[in-house]
T-cell receptor, first 114, second 111 residues
Framework: SQQGEEDPQALSIQEGENATMNCSYK?????LQWYRQNSGRGLVHLIL?????REKHSGRLRVTLDTSKKSSSLLITASRAADTASYFCATVSIYSSNTGKLIFGQGTTLQVKP | EAGVAQSPRYKIIEKRQSVAFWCNPISGHATLYWYQQILGQGPKLLIQFQNNGVVDDSQLPKDRFSAERLKGVDSTLKIQPAKLEDSAVYLC?????????FGPGTRLTVL
């Protein structure tokens, strides 16, 4: 079953603006990952944050994790038209830490207008 | 380094027909996954292999779906017979650590 729920389902912004996507999950996790999927393509790994981390940065990406609220957010700063894609959060529960089984959310569709 | 390869990229079949998908993971990756992604949803794990052994197939509809990874390298996923609700993108991924690397997927349409 899908564990993550993402919010919003769709987001439309202008180029140069920041985009924030949120993810909530249900069970205790080992780590949480964010993936990007361009239309008609496979998923690309963006960033991984472990359960003992609170914030992580990678280029224009900033991920936060609040394990007490079972939630995470992905911030894309200074967005570009090329950031238009669907973004998925995926969790590895503590019960699957040895297998690395990912449970994906429904995704957020981001449109960045030039 | 070459990525995960999948074929075919697109397949259209009639319901009750059979279909097979092929995946070649990144060289050296012991773990291979097959996911089903229905339009508008996130990917759902169907089966996970560690080398040529099955680690998790709890969400694989075993009455019609089968998968194998005989030599611990490439893998095939088969649907027999297909149903309308099997229309989806089938994604293969491989990993040697925490990060999964995905192939481009096979888009299956069942008419």
């Amino acid at each position: 079953s899908q564990q993550g729920e993402e919010d919003p389902q769709a987001l439309s912004i202008q180029e140069g603006e920041n985009a924030t996507m949120n993810c909530s999950y249900k069970t205790s996790i080992n780590n949480l990952q964010w993936y990007r999927q361009n239309s008609g393509r496979g998923l690309v790994h963006l960033i991984l944050i472990r359960s003992n981390e609170r914030e992580k940065h990678s280029g224009r990406l900033r991920v936060t994790l609040d394990t007490s609220k079972k939630s995470s957010s992905l911030l894309i700063t200074a967005s570009r038209a090329a950031d238009t894609a669907s973004y998925f959060c995926a969790t590895v529960s503590i019960y699957s830490s040895n297998t690395g089984k990912l449970i994906f959310g429904q995704g957020t569709t981001l449109q960045v207008k030039p | 380094e070459a990525g995960v390869a999948q074929s075919p990229r697109y397949k259209i079949i009639e319901k009750r027909q059979s279909v097979a998908f092929w995946c070649n993971p990144i060289s050296g990756h012991a773990t291979l996954y097959w996911y089903q992604q229905i339009l508008g949803q996130g990917p759902k794990l169907l089966i996970q292999f560690q080398n040529n052994g099955v680690v998790d197939d709890s969400q694989l509809p075993k009455d019609r779906f089968s998968a194998e990874r005989l030599k611990g390298v490439d893998s095939t996923l088969k649907i027999q017979p297909a149903k309308l609700e099997d229309s989806a993108v089938y994604l293969c991924a491989s990993t040697s650590g925490d990060t999964q690397y995905f192939g481009p997927g096979t888009r299956l349409t069942v008419l």
